[in-house]
């Protein structure tokens, strides 16, 4: 389980990246990331230590018939 | 062959027609020039025909041929594709302002490739802006209109290639798929449409939304015909690093080999969650039809596909915001209300949430792969779980309702781009108010053509494709 991204700090990532926002849009971006971090949680939590990016391009591969 | 006859041609027909000199190219875009300036004002699929320049291009083919000299197996067939693919010279819209003044500095590779198979382009299509919505609306250009009927929504984000191609304007169009964008439209708009595995086709000057996700690939009228111009797509390109070099099969040669002794799978979970009930009857309807041709039909349990919808979404939103995000910080004006909305969500994900979704990608193939893969051969699934909606009814623009509307939508497909799994999308039937229904099928890694096979014998026992919308 994760907890929220609260619309301020939306705000200030946004902000941080050059990005300018709005009361709307910082709740919008808020609303979004907690969401799916949420539903992400538990697969990530699973991650094992040595897993990384790069595992993809090796199973598409090994996947082939 | 009079106009009708010759725009009822699929594209491979239309190629044999050329090729056994039954009808010129030059009658052909005449014909298809002819249907797409008439359907226009009721679809607002194209963005720009050029009729002219077509029209030369086809008497150019038809003297190549009297010279006996064949360009490939797309021989003067016209297509239009999504304005997302750079010709050298010439600015492509993306849907939106943002391109609208940058001429591409060099050809798209599928675009080339095309052309080296001997298909003419005559015109480019209307899309989602940025490739960025799953509905067809468009803000700038105006909303994108179903040829079954035009008070319905396309899908997206490659809406203009599957209206077009259902209202038989173009014999087929290239799209892009990073969360459905050929499948939904294909589905919505009675079109056949293949996501090819990711890496399979070249993306070298399409314009980017999520490098991870992004894949090339037609829409067309029939399955038949989307092996045919995969054919020429697929391979090697020293212009995308990852293009994969593996040698591409004869996809038309094992697209006619027997539906007997595949395997289909249909989902237990996740899939049918909520599903129509007249779709989820089309869906078994296929199923039926299948096992007619002598495949079989299993059930089979899923994964957490939820968890990998949402590691789908982070990518996208990540990648789009980084892509985008010079010109967000300078000319966000120039973007519609719902797609800045979409494309400043990506700045609130967390680094390592983002690296986080790429590690799970691995994680999830060899599962689904495991799971799924040793005991089929493809899982069968609808595109979408509801109905056609109206174009008014999801006009949300950039509000709050937004970003539910747009998870539903693209809920069924984006697990086929988190996999980069190939999916063919192909129709099913229609509901009772005449809207099309598109089922996909999604197979192992670079196996397009266990898709192909059992497609093709799908639209040979049904007549679904072969039904045009009465404009």
């Known amino acids: ?65 | 062959m009079n106009d009708s006859a010759i725009l009822e041609l699929s594209c491979a027909g239309l190629a044999r027609a050329i090729r056994d000199k039954q009808v010129s190219a030059a009658k052909a875009m005449e014909a298809t020039l002819a249907r797409a300036q008439a359907v226009q004002p009721k679809l607002n699929a194209f963005l720009r025909i050029d009729t002219d320049l077509a029209l030369d291009a086809a008497r150019l083919a038809d003297r190549d041929l009297a010279r006996g000299h064949l360009r490939g197996p797309l021989h003067g067939v016209p297509m239009a594709h999504k304005d997302m693919y750079y010709r050298e010279g010439v600015a492509s819209s993306y849907g939106g302002r943002i391109g609208a003044s940058r001429p591409a500095p060099s050809t798209a590779t599928a675009l080339a490739r095309l052309d080296a198979a001997g298909a003419i382009q005559f015109g480019v299509l209307n899309m989602a802006e940025c490739a960025f919505g799953p509905t067809g609306h468009n803000y700038h250009y105006g909303h994108c209109r179903n040829a079954w009927n035009p008070e319905y929504i396309t899908g997206g984000s490659s809406s203009g290639s599957a209206t077009a191609v259902a209202a038989r304007a173009t014999y087929a169009a290239l799209g892009s798929d990073t969360g459905g964008s050929i499948r939904l439209p294909a589905s919505f708009c009675g079109a056949s449409g293949i996501k090819p595995t990711y890496g399979r086709v070249s993306r070298a000057g399409a314009m980017p939304l999520s490098f991870s996700m992004d894949t090339v690939g037609p829409l067309a009228r029939t399955v038949e015909d989307c092996a045919l111009i995969l054919s020429a797509l697929a391979g090697a390109d020293a212009r995308d690093p990852l293009a994969e070099a593996r040698e591409v099969p004869d996809y038309l040669a094992q697209m006619r080999r027997s539906a007997a002794g595949l395997t289909i799978g249909k989902p237990r979970q996740y899939f049918y969650d909520g599903c129509d009930a007249e779709i989820a009857a089309l869906m078994e309807a296929s199923l039926e039809t299948f096992r007619s041709l002598g495949a079989t039909v299993v059930e089979v349990d899923l994964p957490d596909v939820d968890a990998w919808n949402a590691a789908a979404t982070m990518i996208i939103s990540s990648e789009a915001a980084s892509v985008h995000g010079n010109w967000l910080r300078t000319r966000p004006h120039e973007y519609s209300a719902q797609v800045r909305a979409r494309l400043e969500q990506g700045f609130a994900i967390p680094a390592a949430a983002y690296i986080d979704s790429l590690r799970l990608r691995g994680v999830a193939l060899r599962e689904f792969s495991e799971r799924v893969f040793s005991k089929v051969d493809v899982l069968h699934a609808p595109v979408v779980a509801f109905q056609t909606p109206g174009i008014a009814e999801t006009d949300v623009g950039g509000g709050p309702t937004m970003a539910a509307l747009l998870a539903r939508l693209t809920r069924l497909t984006r697990p086929g781009n988190f996999l980069g799994v190939p999916a063919l999308s192909l129709q099913a039937g229609f509901t009772k108010a005449g809207m099309p229904v598109g089922m996909q099928l999604l197979g192992r890694p670079f196996d397009e053509a266990a898709l192909f096979a059992l497609g093709h014998a799908y639209q040979g026992a049904t007549d679904f494709h072969r039904k045009a919308p009465a404009l």
């Open chain 1, 1 to 65: 389980m994760t907890n929220s991204i609260p619309p301020d700090v939306a705000a200030a990532l946004l902000g941080a990246q050059g990005i300018a926002s709005t009361p709307e849009s910082a709740e919008a971006g808020a609303r979004f990331a907690t969401l799916v971090l949420g539903k992400s949680a538990k697969a990530f939590a699973q991650l094992a230590f040595e897993d990384e990016a790069s595992g993809y391009t090796a199973a598409l591969r090994k996947g082939a018939p």
